[in-house]
């Protein structure tokens, strides 16, 4: 079945640092894969994602991530914090068609 | 509507009750998803519609749980007999399908916070 895996539950930066969060997946096959956010008291909202069109994906609020195939990661970065960031931020995987497969989130925090 | 509704907001409720949470999802979207949110479990996945049929029912975690779509859009999510272990937030999404260029491009409601004490 296929997965994904979140390292960190909890990720703290300085506002203007660079913010990375980490997701690997396991996949047989190169899947979809996303990133989606939630802020407190709200839905999920989808903040970019892959389907092997190319490697480096743009997202919306300045975010990207970048498919490896060889380290199965779909890291999520963004070059400068702005407290506006802080929230919850899931990766998923798409088993084909149908569910998503959501990690179990990385709450990120920034310090002014 | 221009997002997904979902109601009610929160709910609680004692345990043996049962619940009815409801999902309007967006004008058009025939996929529609519900996902359950709680402390230290991460989002997991209880059912999917492709219009009125629900083939993947997989994520439901006991005979307790049953949901139901009618005319392809509003969906109730059941729980009877409530446990204490139901306390969750109850996310619906909707995308316009399950398959093709929007597969996982789910848009969420915020949820209905179940509190069963």
């Known amino acids: 079945a296929q997965s994904v895996t979140q390292l960190g539950s909890h990720v703290s930066v300085s506002e203007g640092a660079l913010v990375l969060l980490r997701c690997n997946y396991s996949?047989?096959?190169?899947?979809?894969l996303f990133w989606y956010v939630q802020y407190p008291n709200q839905g999920l909202q989808l903040l970019l994602k892959?389907?092997?069109?190319?490697?480096l994906v743009k997202g919306i609020n300045g975010f990207e991530a970048e498919f490896k195939k060889s380290e199965t990661s779909f890291h999520l970065t963004k070059p400068s914090a702005h407290m506006s960031d802080a929230a919850e931020y899931f990766c998923a995987v798409s088993r084909g068609a149908q569910k998503l497969v959501f990690g179990q989130g990385t709450r990120l925090t920034i310090n002014p | 509507g221009a997002g997904v509704s979902q109601s009610p907001s929160n709910k609680v409720t004692e345990k043996g009750k049962d619940v009815e949470l409801r999902c309007d999802p967006i004008s058009g979207h025939t996929a529609l998803y519900w996902y359950r949110q709680s402390l230290g479990q991460g989002l997991e996945f209880l059912i999917y519609?492709?219009?009125?049929?629900?083939?993947?029912k997989s994520g439901l975690p006991s005979d307790r749980f049953s949901a139901e779509r009618t005319g392809g859009s509003v969906s109730t999510l059941t729980i009877q007999r409530t446990q204490q272990e139901d306390s969750a937030v109850y996310l619906c999404?909707?995308?316009?399908?399950?398959?093709?260029?929007?597969?996982?491009?789910?848009?969420f409601g915020e949820g209905s916070r179940l509190t069963v004490l």
């Open positions: 999404a909707s995308s316009l399908a399950a398959s093709g260029p929007n597969t996982g491009e789910l848009f």
């Open positions: 892959y389907t092997s069109a190319a490697t």
């Open positions: 519609f492709q219009g009125n049929s629900a083939p993947d």
């Open positions: 996949s047989s096959v190169p899947p979809y």
